[in-house]
């Protein structure tokens, strides 16, 4: 059997590790994590080792697994049962083969449990050795989409005033009303968001992308349920290695665990690169403007005072233009760097300051974080 999971909180819950042992009664099974913003919550577990990850979108995971496996399990917890069937209608649409699957919504909720999704044999057998093993009941049989269509206008599924909008896991805007649509140039650039308010620096960063196939997610909160424990990694002692990791935190976790250091540029990507250091021992330096249009929320200022191995924010105008100067001045304009000689991370941060308050950009630092913060709001 193949089972791809998706997101954190089907691993916090510890469901992740539930399915797969009651999978592993049953057959020899193959693990995926889809989409990224599962990792941290993977480490949190220990299932590393029992679960592949290679930055995949679910869709492509069940691809993948397709030929494998003689039936194919979705994992996931979204914020509804509404929700968590609009994202399995979507990742079904842009799976190509894919014709079945069992989905495992929201397991342990009033609403949760299985959908079949045009299932045949061995899709209804799984569901019945689930069903015995966890106590899960079928909730609902639906037929599986036959394939997106291109749109130049997106409506978002189960949304709230206040989510977060994500478009391929870049954050590119904020919903305003229960309604909300993005609207698409020709050439597939985001333009307009009715219902919600634009985060400009969002938009150009995400560019170009097929709005059928585009990945779609909104939430207010970063992880919405945290573990009972949290593995933290002690950083090095000196700094010879170092990572620029610019507003992709997730795309880039083997660049974190190879580096001493992490050079992080944006608020939301500072708190991912924190959560991200800690558990696999990386120093992290903060390029934020901690959002002066609002768009910090409360979680992502936590995530940054929780932080053991946060050492500093460098707080700039816009951290966009402060990364920039980092990224052309000291990483060559890559985002690795072998450091010559090995440096204190006091001195790499000293580094860093002059680098930015040469260019004028800089507006302050905050070299006790989790304590200033926790204090400005």
């Given at each position: 059997?193949?089972?791809?999971?998706?997101?954190?909180?089907?691993?916090?819950?510890?469901?992740?590790?539930?399915?797969?042992?009651?999978?592993?009664?049953?057959?020899?099974?193959?693990?995926?994590?889809?989409?990224?913003?599962?990792y941290i919550a993977l480490?949190?577990?220990?299932?590393?080792?029992?679960?592949?990850?290679?930055?995949?979108?679910?869709?492509?995971?069940?691809?993948?697994?397709?030929?494998?496996?003689?039936?194919?399990?979705?994992?996931?917890?979204?914020?509804?049962?509404?929700?968590?069937?609009?994202?399995?209608?979507?990742?079904?649409?842009?799976?190509?083969?894919?014709?079945?699957?069992?989905?495992?919504?929201?397991?342990?909720?009033?609403?949760?449990?299985?959908?079949?999704?045009?299932?045949?044999?061995?899709?209804?057998?799984?569901?019945?050795?689930?069903?015995?093993?966890?106590?899960?009941?079928?909730?609902?049989?639906?037929?599986?989409?036959?394939?997106?269509?291109?749109?130049?206008?997106?409506?978002?599924?189960?949304?709230?005033?206040?989510?977060?909008?994500?478009?391929?896991?870049?954050?590119?805007?904020?919903?305003?009303?229960?309604?909300?649509?993005?609207?698409?140039?020709?050439?597939?650039?985001?333009?307009?968001?009715?219902?919600?308010?634009?985060?400009?620096?969002?938009?150009?960063?995400?560019?170009?992308?097929?709005?059928?196939?585009?990945?779609?997610?909104?939430?207010?909160?970063?992880?919405?349920?945290?573990?009972?424990?949290?593995?933290?990694?002690?950083?090095?002692?000196?700094?010879?290695?170092?990572?620029?990791?610019?507003?992709?935190?997730?795309?880039?976790?083997?660049?974190?665990?190879?580096?001493?250091?992490?050079?992080?540029?944006?608020?939301?990507t500072t708190a991912v690169?924190?959560?991200?250091?800690?558990?696999?021992?990386?120093?992290?330096?903060?390029?934020?403007?901690?959002?002066?249009?609002?768009?910090?929320?409360?979680?992502?200022?936590?995530?940054?005072?929780?932080?053991?191995?946060?050492?500093?924010?460098?707080?700039?105008?816009?951290?966009?233009?402060?990364?920039?100067?980092?990224?052309?001045?000291?990483?060559?304009?890559?985002?690795?760097?072998?450091?010559?000689?090995?440096?204190?991370?006091?001195?790499?941060?000293?580094?860093?300051?002059?680098?930015?308050?040469?260019?004028?950009?800089?507006?302050?630092?905050?070299?006790?974080?989790?304590?200033?913060?926790?204090?400005?709001?």
């Amino acid at each position: 059997m193949g089972l791809v999971l998706h997101g954190p909180t089907i691993i916090d819950t510890g469901w992740a590790e539930r399915l797969l042992d009651a999978l592993e009664r049953l057959g020899e099974v193959r693990a995926k994590l889809g989409g990224t913003t599962g990792y941290i919550a993977l480490l949190d577990a220990g299932l590393q080792d029992r679960v592949e990850f290679d930055r995949k979108l679910p869709s492509e995971c069940l691809e993948e697994l397709r030929e494998w496996a003689d039936a194919l399990v979705l994992a996931n917890h979204g914020k509804s049962r509404e929700s968590g069937l609009a994202f399995a209608e979507g990742v079904l649409a842009r799976a190509e083969g894919v014709d079945s699957l069992v989905q495992v919504e929201r397991p342990g909720e009033p609403d949760g449990g299985i959908v079949l999704w045009s299932p045949g044999e061995s899709e209804r057998r799984v569901a019945r050795h689930l069903s015995d093993e966890l106590g899960l009941e079928v909730i609902e049989v639906r037929e599986a989409p036959e394939g997106a269509e291109s749109s130049r206008r997106r409506r978002i599924s189960c949304v709230k005033p206040g989510d977060r909008i994500l478009v391929n896991g870049v954050t590119v805007g904020v919903a305003e009303s229960d309604d909300v649509v993005l609207v698409f140039d020709e050439e597939g650039r985001l333009v307009n968001i009715e219902g919600g308010r634009l985060k400009r620096e969002g938009v150009e960063r995400l560019g170009r992308v097929d709005p059928a196939r585009a990945v779609v997610k909104t939430d207010r909160r970063l992880r919405r349920r945290e573990p009972d424990s949290r593995r933290v990694t002690p950083p090095p002692d000196r700094v010879s290695r170092a990572v620029l990791v610019d507003h992709d935190a997730e795309r880039r976790v083997e660049d974190i665990r190879w580096a001493d250091a992490v050079v992080a540029v944006g608020d939301d990507t500072t708190a991912v690169c924190a959560e991200l250091g800690d558990r696999l021992g990386s120093w992290v330096v903060g390029i934020v403007d901690l959002d002066p249009d609002g768009w910090v929320v409360d979680d992502t200022r936590e995530a940054l005072e929780r932080s053991e191995n946060l050492i500093c924010l460098l707080v700039c105008r816009r951290d966009d233009d402060a990364g920039e100067v980092i990224r052309g001045r000291l990483f060559s304009d890559g985002h690795r760097l072998e450091l010559d000689e090995p440096e204190r991370p006091e001195e790499w941060v000293e580094r860093l300051v002059s680098l930015l308050e040469e260019a004028g950009v800089l507006e302050r630092v905050l070299r006790a974080p989790r304590r200033e913060l926790g204090s400005s709001r």
